[in-house]
T-cell receptor, first 113, second 113 residues
Framework: GESVGLHLPTLSVQEGDNSIINCAYS??????FIWYKQESGKGPQFIID?????DKRQGQRVTVLLNKTVKHLSLQIAATQPGDSAVYFC????????????FGQGTELSVKP | EAEVAQSPRYKITEKSQAVAFWCDPI?????LYWYRQILGQGPELLVQ????????DSQLPKDRFSAERLKGVDSTLKIQPAELGDSAMYLC???????????FGDGTRLSIL
């Protein structure tokens, strides 16, 4: 079936701590994944992506890990800041379906000062 | 940084009326997408264009929704007649190609009274 879902709907962390947001997907043929950040009243903002030929990719303060064996990916945010508070979505890009994005329901990250 | 432009930001109208949303993608992006996002959920694809051609409109309620991208640049999504259940955020995204990251606009928040 089609599903990309997140394990936790909410996550609360202390400022300065690291955050980990998880995501499971069901389509083993999927080969491209994207993490988005969505602040209230705004559209999803691209954070980082990863293709299936990689198991780790790093950006500025963010790291995405992909485990194809168990169809799981995670987003790690280092030294979480109040500005990181938002809803985070993982999305599965179905290149064989014209690049259609399948989104999960999202995890709301709340950063406590 | 180039952005996807959408207008209007907000639209309030009564059921049975016609509504239209406009999107101007990032310059040079051949692929354009319209998504609908219900509060608390991830966006869901309505229609996808490659240049001026529709690639996927399988999730578009064609009895009341229409979309066009006549010159392969900007795009319009229309609903006629609007129903109460159409209240949602309508997001436009664009990408260089189908297997490249999609970049979103800030959407149009539609409320049907």
């Amino acid at each position: 079936g089609e599903s990309v879902g997140l394990h936790l709907p909410t996550l609360s962390v202390q400022e300065g701590d690291n955050s980990i947001i998880n995501c499971a997907y069901s389509n083993s043929a999927s080969d491209y994944f994207i993490w988005y950040k969505q602040e209230s009243g705004k559209g999803p903002q691209f954070i980082i992506d990863i293709r299936s030929n990689m198991d780790k990719r790093q950006g500025q303060r963010v790291t995405v890990l992909l485990n194809k064996t168990v169809k799981h990916l995670s987003l790690q945010i280092a030294a979480t800041q109040p500005g990181d508070s938002a809803v985070y979505f993982c999305a599965e890009n179905r290149a064989n379906q014209g690049g259609k994005l399948i989104f999960g329901q999202g995890t709301e990250l709340s950063v406590k000062p | 940084e180039a952005e996807v432009a959408q207008s209007p930001r907000y639209k309030i109208t009564e059921k049975s009326q016609a509504v239209a949303f406009w999107c101007d993608p990032i310059s040079g992006h051949a692929t354009l997408y319209w998504y609908r996002q219900i509060l608390g959920q991830g966006p869901e694809l309505l229609v996808q264009f490659q240049d001026e051609s529709v690639v996927d409109d399988s999730q578009l309620p064609k009895d009341r929704f229409s979309a066009e991208r006549l010159k392969g640049v900007d795009s319009t999504l229309k609903i006629q007649p609007a129903e109460l259940g159409d209240s949602a955020m309508y997001l436009c995204a664009s990408s260089l190609a189908r297997d490249q990251p999609q970049h979103f606009g800030d959407g149009t928040r539609l409320s049907i009274l």
